[in-house]
């Protein structure tokens, strides 16, 4: 296992192609996830956006969104500012579950495949967070790499258990580890963290898109 933000670093010249290419449902989620956005958008907020794929379509249909976008990786950041050089971006590298959001500003929060590295209780609380931050009618869409059993969740939390205390790695030191969750738990957790109504609108393999209103 590698730490989260050196794994990504090294991966930034043919980050693009790779999740174009070869993770398989991913082109078509980023189309997909650019539809879902409201008309009525005016503030977004991307959590995880790395090289910006998802805005690279968003910004398509609605060039003028002031956007704020946060991730760990520096390198990525800096590559997705020079691909949107005129653009409305406040781009923040960092962990989003330790930056504040501003609280009832966005209309639209979005992640794109990076919340399948992070437990329950994590994921609970900056739900809750994004929550928070979303005007009274706004919503979250959430594209990630999702499984259908139990078993399998099961195994890969398994997984990252035993390897995190066979190389003895803190649980709160983020490392690149695939974790994920059930469509059924993705859902649950968003309920439980007061989103009113969550469905699974987009999935191509094991590429799920999921739209949770505030």
Do not use: W
């Not at 997984?159 to 490392?175: A, C, G, H």
């Amino acid at each position: 296992m590698e730490k989260m933000s050196s794994f990504f670093t090294e991966r930034v010249v043919g980050y693009d192609e790779h999740m174009l290419k070869n993770v398989y449902g991913c082109k078509e989620g980023y189309i997909e996830m650019s539809k879902l956005i409201p008309p009525s958008c005016n503030f977004l907020l991307d959590l995880g956006c790395g090289t910006g794929l998802e805005l690279d379509e968003i910004l398509k249909r609605m060039p003028n969104l002031d956007v704020t976008g946060i991730d760990l990786t520096q390198a990525m950041l800096d590559k997705l500012k020079l691909k949107h050089p005129d653009k409305s971006m406040r781009l923040i590298c960092g962990s989003y579950f330790d930056v504040p959001f501003d609280e009832g500003k966005y209309e639209c929060a979005i992640s794109f495949q990076t919340m399948h590295h992070f437990s329950h209780e994590l994921k609970l609380g900056l739900y809750k967070k994004i929550h928070q931050a979303l005007t009274p009618k706004g919503m979250y869409i959430e594209c990630d790499y999702m499984v259908e059993e139990q078993e399998e969740e099961d195994f890969y939390f398994a997984e990252n258990t035993r390897i995190r205390k066979e190389l003895n790695i803190p649980t709160n030191e983020f490392y690149h580890y695939d974790t994920p969750c059930t469509i059924t738990n993705q859902i649950g957790l968003l309920k439980n963290a007061g989103f009113s109504n969550v469905k699974k609108v987009f999935r191509l393999e094991n590429t799920t898109i999921l739209v949770a209103y505030r």
